[in-house]
């Protein structure tokens, strides 16, 4: 590869690693290309990227301020899977594509700035997702404004059964 070359991977994966505050490295021991493709096609599909990359080029484009166990994952095969959005969802993928094929296995990791161990990926991968959550946090927000709803009907309902039971001995 000519230095012209690596100088333009290293200033990409330099941007790519500014622009994404979350960002998995995946070994991808074993896998085949029809696999690596269908990899990158859900990624793509989902607004990630999935990129194979050199570890030195890769080491060279990484800021000083990334922990020092990050650097030292990019040993033997290496790819890299940004998330510049809901790098839960990203997470959620690798392991169901792992899970299918048995060929991915997640190093390390940044999520929202903060070191990812590969022990913690699998609880970051079983979150619920943004979406689940706000849904979650609208019903207990609703939860209580029910239950007043139901107190005030309450008596109106009682009227009326108590107005048709008159009606019927009448």
Do not use: H
Request: overall charge positive; proline content about 3%.
């Amino acid at each position: 590869m000519k230095r012209e070359d690596k100088e333009k991977q290293v200033k990409e994966l330099s941007e790519a690693f500014n622009s994404c505050e979350s960002f998995y490295l995946v070994d991808f021991l074993n896998m085949t290309v029809a696999q690596a493709v269908k990899m990158r096609r859900l990624c793509r599909e989902n607004a990630y990227t999935f990129r194979v990359v050199k570890n030195r080029l890769a080491l060279r484009a990484l800021k000083e301020e990334f922990p020092e166990d990050l650097k030292m994952s990019f040993q033997g095969l290496t790819a890299i899977a940004f998330a510049p959005q809901n790098p839960v969802g990203l997470a959620r993928l690798i392991k169901d594509f792992s899970r299918q094929n048995k060929v991915l296995s997640v190093k390390a990791g940044i999520l929202e700035g903060q070191f990812l161990t590969a022990d913690r990926f699998n609880e970051v991968a079983n979150l619920a997702s943004r979406e689940e959550l706000l849904a979650r946090i609208g019903g207990l927000m609703a939860a209580p404004l029910m239950r007043i709803l139901r107190t005030w009907q309450a008596p109106l309902s009682g009227l009326g059964t108590l107005l048709s039971q008159l009606k019927t001995k009448k």
